[in-house]
């Protein structure tokens, strides 16, 4: 039995009882609501007011925000269906499943280029119009999706020549190892998640500590900004944690196989919804210009 088989075998041995599987769907669900209305305030905030349409940084806040409201409303609507439907067509999942990879993996890389953005404001702020331009912040959003996708979609490719095509037309309980359950695919995943690891943290760090060395200056924006990166540090471990999923699971899996369905529900909070709750609070309502239109529109 391969990892993802024992899974969903361990999901379905120790399936929760009605109480509290309402309980789980409610808190998912009123969860992601708040977030998500959180998201759409600052979305439309940020389309009235072309004051942020010319500034790189609202423009990469703005794109977090898309990308967080997609991987959120994704991610509850599945973990709902786990709970009703259960299984789902191979095909409808593969796609629910790509969006979800992509959004989520996305999330460190958009985090790690908002700290090098702050880097430039603070540390060569007499470049920073010529470097971060709203073009090159553009072309940077279109380089994420773009490089996301050459290391996600060969997953599809590799899946659609190896499996049969009866495969495709089946049901599964919906997890990235039902439908790409190749070992070469998982082992690609996870030397493709070191090092975007690495070079994520390595930039956060570095970043972090430049902006630190330039705020013993005593600058009020530079100190601003080493908070900020601190943020962007904590919500990048909480989002690298899901490059580490599998390993954590199979870890709970061994040591507390009874309540394995619980500590999968505490994990898909802490790692999925939790960081989504952040992005809103360091860009939206921690920042003076944007709070200032936000409290507008929420008053009207």
């Not at 942020?52 to 709902?80: A, G, K, S």
């Not at 952040?278 to 939206?284: N, Q």
Request: charged content about 15%; proline content about 4%.
């Amino acid at each position: 039995m391969n990892a993802s088989s024992a899974n969903v075998t361990m999901v379905l041995q120790y399936r929760d009882s009605f109480s509290k599987a309402v309980t789980k769907n409610v808190i998912i669900v009123v969860l992601g609501i708040s977030i998500n209305y959180i998201n759409v305030s600052l979305i439309h905030t940020f389309c009235k007011n072309q004051i942020f349409y010319m500034n790189p940084r609202y423009i990469l806040f703005i794109h977090l925000v898309v990308n967080d409201m997609i991987q959120v409303t994704l991610t509850v609507f599945l973990f709902v269906i786990s709970y009703t439907i259960y299984k789902i067509n191979v095909s409808v999942c593969c796609i629910f499943i790509l969006l979800i990879t992509f959004t989520t993996e996305n999330t460190p890389v958009i985090l790690a280029f908002m700290a090098v953005e702050c880097y430039i404001a603070v540390c060569i702020p007499l470049r920073h119009v010529q470097i971060c331009t709203i073009k090159r912040t553009l072309m940077l959003i279109g380089l994420i999706w773009k490089t996301r996708m050459l290391f996600v979609l060969p997953d599809l490719f590799f899946t659609l020549a190896t499996e049969p095509m009866d495969f495709f037309h089946s049901r599964v309980f919906c997890l990235r190892e039902t439908v790409f359950p190749n070992p070469l695919i998982i082992k690609k995943r996870d030397i493709t998640n070191t090092v975007f690891l690495v070079i994520v943290w390595f930039t956060i760090l570095y970043t972090y500590f430049r902006i630190l060395f330039t705020a013993q200056t005593a600058s009020k924006d530079s100190k601003k900004a080493r908070n900020t990166i601190l943020l962007h540090g904590f919500q990048l471990l909480l989002c690298m944690t899901t490059y580490a999923g599998p390993q954590v699971l199979n870890v709970l899996k061994q040591w507390f196989p009874k309540n394995y369905v619980d500590h999968l529900f505490s994990f898909y909070i802490i790692v999925q919804v939790l960081p989504r709750s952040i992005s809103p609070f360091l860009y939206g309502i921690r920042d003076k210009t944007f709070r200032k239109y936000l409290k507008r529109h929420l008053c009207c």
